[in-house]
């Protein structure tokens, strides 16, 4: 059974940072596109951050770039989100997502890119 777990969720004030992980199990990520999302009460689900396999191919929503660094650690299966210089509105519910053993088409953006998807994990940032 596939599975990704986030962690590393809380409550920090803003300006602050905050680590998220996304442990994968079931199967390797390493030759997979993996992405972070996050949806905010009454929102739509949106894209924050996406790296390919090798490490590169990383892009990011312009809301978060110059703040938030994505990485990942394939001997691990895990990769995480450094979020810095928290703003209030980066309040949401952080999803990581795995793209499918058949490479997808499309765009890394698109939640439709991808087949697995973490739980999910909260940040609070107050103002």
């Known amino acids: 059974q596939v599975r990704l777990v986030e962690s590393g969720g809380g409550l920090v004030q803003a300006g602050g940072s905050l680590r998220l992980s996304c442990a994968a199990s079931?199967?390797?990520?390493?030759?997979?596109?993996m992405g972070w999302f996050r949806q905010a009460p009454g929102k739509e689900r949106e894209f924050v951050a996406a790296i390919s396999w090798i490490g590169g191919g990383i892009v990011y929503a312009d809301s978060v770039k110059d703040r938030f660094t994505i990485s990942r650690d394939n001997a691990k299966n895990t990769v995480y989100l450094q979020m810095n210089s928290l703003k209030s509105e980066d309040t949401a519910v952080y999803y990581c997502?795995?793209?499918?053993?058949?490479?997808?088409?499309?765009?890394?953006?698109?939640?439709?890119?991808?087949?697995?998807w973490g739980q999910g994990t909260q940040v609070t940032v107050s103002s």
């Open positions: 079931g199967r390797t990520f390493s030759r997979s596109y």
């Open positions: 997502a795995g793209e499918g053993e058949a490479h997808s088409s499309g765009s890394v953006y698109n939640p439709r890119f991808y087949d697995y």
